[in-house]
């Protein structure tokens, strides 16, 4: 007998249009939580069951996570700056009362009563039950209510100084004014841009869109210092104090809850789980990275001997991006404006999308504009659909700048995937905002294949959102260990430094034959491992200190331990200098920052399968999709990785593509 597959729920989401319906759903959602929250916590713990506690807890979450995923991207991608205003009031609203439903009482007991009950449970409903429970002791739920009160008013004061801090350092408005004779080598346009003086000089904020250019091609090495030296003195005062207040409330909140350190706090939930591991990764990826990173820099300071002719000449940290920048231009001169007229937006996209349809046996229908609410008239939108022709889900493309819109690139979830009660599968919706310059009369929208690797990335959180299978709401897509998010997206940047993948859509806007040259696509590759050794190291600096702070311990003096490390892992940092008090990542990423090398590794050990089999093969772009985006949280992360490499994950192959030549 044929089973019969449960049919899927494909639907989009209701969006909003005024300010006015905002808030109605804003109030709607809020009722809706509250009454659900007690109805839940109010049952006879007697007769809890699975449907009436986890299924019940994460369907509430589900139908929260439609209204809120909804306000939420609205808030970024609305045109009116009133209904935007209005979503913001909406989230602050919500997000309070989720930090009070997340200490309910009601809600604890009745997943206590339903653990004390489940016997045999397996598969999801096994690994959902231990993370809730995990989840309420870190809270501190196991705890007397007078201590938990205590824990409570500390991870409150604990948010006030992270506040406090990104505050400082979004408000920090250092400059440094320079004649036009110490801009030697900077862009005309970009002196131009300059703000400048009474007296003329050209004033040179901290912000990156100006710091950057400076330390990559001003040719006054004093100027170059006396920047980064400022840079790195961001909110410096104020900030040290901060951070050492922070370190000192995370160690105690530790304790309190029975862990040794934040870190080891931190880590239980990520797929690293300790310290000693992280410590472990970053060692090994130190010392194998030690003797490239010394030839490195050694190429750096023979440029910069040649370059003053000084034959005493040492590369400083300020050098650092002045000569990585030379070396290549001079070794692999790669014109970015050139390499762009070849990748004009429309056609990267339905490169990207032929390139997906082979790997993983999906296409994306463009849907009929006029068929759908577009909060925007250049939104566009797409029916992901399987080569068996099951509907799979939707996802919006809203891809130009305009004003008060969200202004990175990023991946937003509008509806999650989960298994309905009828058994039927609600598909997932998710949109693509990203910041791409419009077509102009005569041109194309034309972006930098840097860009292009973004677009490839955030389409990868897509993916990993669109394709899941996962029962329960708590695991769909995305919803996995912080240090694994990244990989399954990652690993789509790979295709497109590949030759035979660029070639089939990189040609040139105006002239239709005329493909990117294999020459300039090894160039291009050149020019990416060129002084990644080096990179990786600052990376592993950065992730030491972050680590070190967080260590068991107190009345720790964060500007001193970050100094020191970064000094003797990467390059020595001036003495009057307090970079760590600039470090936005201290608040959010704490105990966090080794996460980026890590994903890179695993996304490096994803792709080496395809390096075997071919990097268009079919099949492994089908085991990518059933073993790791269709999971999504729903299994161990180790796991998924298992079973899609069919053997023990490896940093080999991470090492391979940036040690295997210089
Ligand atoms: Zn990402």
């Known amino acids: 007998m044929k089973i019969q597959e449960p049919a899927n729920v494909l639907s989009l989401p ?5 300010a006015e319906e905002i808030r109605k759903s804003g109030e709607k ?5 509250q009454e659900l929250t007690k109805r839940i916590g109010s049952q006879n713990l007697a007769d809890v ?4 506690s986890l299924r019940a807890i994460d369907d509430l979450d589900f139908d929260e996570g439609q209204i809120f995923g909804r306000i939420y991207f609205l808030q970024n991608v609305h ?9 913001r009031e909406v989230q602050v609203a919500f997000q309070a009362w989720c930090i009070e439903r997340a200490y309910d009482e009601g809600l604890f007991k009745v997943t206590e009563a339903f653990a004390k009950k489940a016997t045999g449970l397996g598969g999801e409903e096994k690994k959902l039950l231990e993370e809730r429970l995990k989840d309420y002791r870190r809270l501190g739920m196991h705890l007397p209510e007078i201590e938990r009160m205590e824990l409570k008013r500390l991870q409150k004061k604990l948010s006030e100084i992270e506040t406090h801090f990104s505050k400082n350092i979004q408000e920090y408005n250092d400059c440094l004014y320079a004649t036009l004779d110490q801009l030697e080598g900077l862009e005309p346009s970009f002196i131009e841009s300059l703000e400048r ?26 100027l170059r210092r006396e920047l980064f030296i400022k840079k790195n003195n961001t909110a410096a005062q104020e900030n040290s104090k901060l951070l050492n207040e922070m370190l000192q409330l995370r160690q105690e909140i530790a304790e309190r809850l029975g862990y040794q350190s934040w870190n080891h706090y931190v880590l239980e939930k990520r797929m690293a789980q300790t310290p000693e591991k992280v410590q472990a990764f970053l060692d090994h990826l130190e010392s194998r990275l030690r003797a490239q990173a010394d030839s490195e820099l050694k190429k750096l300071q023979d440029l910069k001997i040649e370059t003053t002719k000084d034959l005493q000449a040492e590369i400083h940290i300020w050098d650092y991006y002045f000569y990585s920048s030379l070396y290549k231009k001079q070794n692999f001169d790669v014109n970015s404006q050139t390499i762009k007229e070849y990748f004009p937006l429309n056609q990267v996209i339905d490169g990207m999308f032929e390139l997906i349809r082979k790997l993983f046996g999906i296409k994306m229908e463009e849907q009929k504009a006029g068929s759908f609410y577009r909060w925007h008239e250049e939104v566009r939108l797409f029916k992901v659909v399987d080569e068996s022709g099951e509907g799979l889900g939707y996802f919006y493309l809203d891809l130009h700048p305009r004003e008060g819109k969200y202004n990175h690139a990023a991946a ?3 509806i999650d995937g989960k298994q309905l009660h009828d058994g039927r599968y609600q598909r997932p919706v998710s949109a693509m905002v990203c910041n791409f310059p419009r077509p102009s009369k005569d041109r194309p929208s034309l972006i930098p294949h840097a860009e292009v690797e973004t677009l490839f990335h955030e389409f990868g959180h897509i993916l990993h959102g669109l394709l899941t299978r996962a029962k329960y709401a708590a695991f769909s897509g995305t919803s996995v260990a912080w240090d694994f998010v990244e990989a399954p997206s990652q690993v789509l940047e790979n295709w497109i430094w590949d030759a035979e993948v660029l070639q089939s859509f990189a040609r040139h806007y105006e002239r239709n034959s005329d493909t990117l040259s294999k020459a300039l696509i090894d160039k291009m590759n050149q020019a990416r491992k060129s002084g990644s050794a080096l990179f990786y190291l600052r990376q592993v600096a950065l992730a030491k200190s972050d680590i070190e702070m967080h260590r068991e311990g107190r009345d720790k003096d964060s500007i001193a331990i970050s100094n020191k ?3 003797s892992v990467f390059l020595p940092l001036p003495q009057q200098t307090a970079f760590a008090a600039g470090w936005g990542h201290m608040t959010n990423y704490a105990s966090g920052y080794y996460g980026y090398a890590w994903a890179d590794v695993m996304a490096a050990d994803l792709f080496s399968e395809f390096k075997k089999t071919g990097i268009l093969d079919h099949a492994t772009g089908r085991r990518l999709r059933q073993e790791i985006y269709e999971p999504g949280g729903s299994r161990d992360e180790n796991e998924s990785l298992k079973a899609f490499l069919r053997r023990e994950p490896s940093d080999e192959a991470f090492f391979n593509e940036l040690l295997g030549s210089a």
Not at 49 to 52: A, Q, Y
């Open 14 to 18: 209701p969006f909003e249009t005024t």
């Open 29 to 33: 959602l809020l009722a809706m939580s």
């Open 49 to 52: 069951t699975l449907e009436s």
């Open 412 to 414: 937003f979830g509008l």
């Open 79 to 87: 045109p009116d700056p009133d209904v935007r205003e209005a979503a």
């Open 197 to 222: 003086d009474l007296e003329g000089r050209y004033r040179i904020s901290l912000e990156y869109p100006e710091f950057l250019p400076v330390m990559e091609h001003a040719h006054d090495e004093n």
């Open 565 to 567: 490390i970064i000094s």
